[in-house]
């Protein structure tokens, strides 16, 4: 079973900062199969990053995913106050799918 | 509009039933495959179960197997849950997600808002 472990756990940023989440698989993972979600208070997940890489229909190019092997990144750039959120990685693939424990982000 | 929402939440006392709904509108329901996640109070995301898009194939969580079964209705677009012996650590709010990609092996591109299940005496 592949756990994801996201870190750090809170992020606490300032508006128009860059913001850097991490996700590290316990054993390698293809990037063809890893996903990043946001969650903002209240409401269901929304999908950001597919195949690691690709941006969803209607994702700011302020988000983007990077990575490969077991460490995966997100990359927020030029933080705005509605990205306030819990953001999740997510591997799938093979009848199994596994979500990190999630990184909260706090625009201050 | 492309959206999912669910239904059938509620209250219910351990070892009871439940049966929640997912209803689907503004793609093709039948070509894709369908998911039920879950989040306890305050906690992460949690997959629990995906369906093929014929219905042929189903995959569960080791937490639910035995006890949760999924099914889906393609001419009427639902998806469905039908959860019996239920647990006090299965309070969470259940989503339905649509399955981008092949069902065994995609993300979830579509969520719907959601629907609190309660186990409770």
């Known amino acids: 079973e592949i756990v994801l472990t996201q870190s750090p756990g809170t992020l606490s940023l300032s508006p128009g900062e860059g913001a850097t989440l991490s996700c590290r698989a316990s054993?390698?993972?293809?990037?063809?199969?890893l996903a990043w979600y946001q969650q903002k208070s209240g409401q269901a997940p929304r999908l950001l990053i597919y195949g690691a890489f690709s941006r969803a229909t209607g994702i700011p190019d302020r988000f983007s995913g990077s990575g490969s092997g077991t460490d995966f990144t997100l990359t927020i750039s030029r933080l705005e106050p509605e990205d306030s959120a819990v953001y999740y990685c997510?591997?799938?693939?093979?009848?199994?799918?596994?979500f990190g424990q999630g990184t909260k982000v706090e625009i201050k | 509009e492309v959206q999912l929402l669910e239904s059938g939440g509620g209250l219910v006392q351990p070892g009871g039933s439940l049966r929640l709904s997912c209803a689907a509108s503004g793609f093709t329901f039948s070509s894709h495959g369908m998911s039920w996640v879950r989040q306890a109070p305050g906690k992460g995301l949690e997959w629990v179960s995906s369906?093929?898009?014929?219905?042929?194939?189903?995959k569960y969580a080791d937490s639910v197997k035995g006890r949760f079964t999924i099914s889906r209705d393609n001419s009427k677009y639902t998806l469905d849950v039908q959860m019996n012996s239920l647990r006090v650590e299965d309070t969470a709010i259940y989503y339905c997600?649509?399955?981008?990609?092949?069902w065994g092996a995609g993300y979830f591109d579509l969520w719907g808002r959601g629907t609190l299940v309660t186990v409770s005496s």
């Open positions: 054993q390698t993972v293809s990037s063809s199969y």
């Open positions: 369906i093929s898009g014929g219905g042929g194939n189903t």
């Open positions: 997600a649509k399955v981008a990609g092949n």
């Open positions: 997510q591997h799938y693939g093979n009848l199994i799918w596994t």
